[in-house]
């Protein structure tokens, strides 16, 4: 068993090592938000592109959402095109929703947070698959893998959000940014 986090208003999984990371991370997080005029523990969400290997985090300010940062993926599996089955070593494209019950603090993978695949969408098309994260240590088989040090940041964020009462951050995966030129 694990312990929480308490944060303003929720709770959040905690490990011994969620715990020293966020503690290291926070004052360096909250210090690069405030200079955009954002606040560590506000509402996120997060974009990820596949063919630019990019995962963005915004922030919310006033009523629009800002974005905060881009983090290169350091390694995802698959190409382009959605998961569609167990087993097919592809990462997932699709709208998710993660809430504090995904943290995973623990993971052997450092850090990381289950994205919620398949959701309900997936399952009316007859996708299979689960345990698809953003996590550490630079290794996929059909996960969203960033540096440790990335995640580490990433993480901070998302468990500072929830910690504070957003229910759940929105997840997006694109295969690619949907210009006008992409379409």
């Known amino acids: 068993t694990g312990i929480c986090h308490s944060g303003t208003i929720g709770l959040t999984p905690a490990s011994e090592t969620s715990l020293e990371v966020v503690t290291r991370m926070a004052p360096k997080i909250a210090q690069a938000m405030a200079k955009k005029a954002l606040h560590l523990g506000a509402p996120i969400f997060i974009r ?10 915004w922030v919310l300010r006033g009523s629009g959402f800002v974005l905060f ?20 070593k592809q990462s ?25 695949y398949p959701n309900e969408y997936d399952r009316l098309n007859g996708r299979t698959g689960n345990a698809l994260m ?12 960033m540096t440790d040090y990335r995640m580490e940041e990433i ?7 929830l ?5 759940s951050f929105a997840v ?3 295969p690619f940014r949907m210009t006008a030129e992409n379409m």
């Open 48 to 57: 990820i592109f596949k063919e630019s290997d990019e995962l963005e985090i």
């Open 69 to 88: 940062k881009t983090y290169t993926i350091c390694d995802y599996s698959g190409g382009l095109g959605p998961k569609e089955r167990e087993g097919d």
């Open 92 to 116: 997932p494209e699709g709208f998710y929703r993660v809430g504090p019950t995904q943290l995973n603090p623990w993971s052997r993978f450092h850090l990381a947070f289950n994205l919620g």
């Open 134 to 145: 953003v996590h550490g240590r630079c290794s996929s088989i059909g996960c969203f893998a």
């Open 155 to 161: 993480y901070t964020i998302a468990d500072a959000a």
């Open 163 to 167: 910690a504070n009462g957003q229910e």
């Open 172 to 174: 997006h995966i694109f």
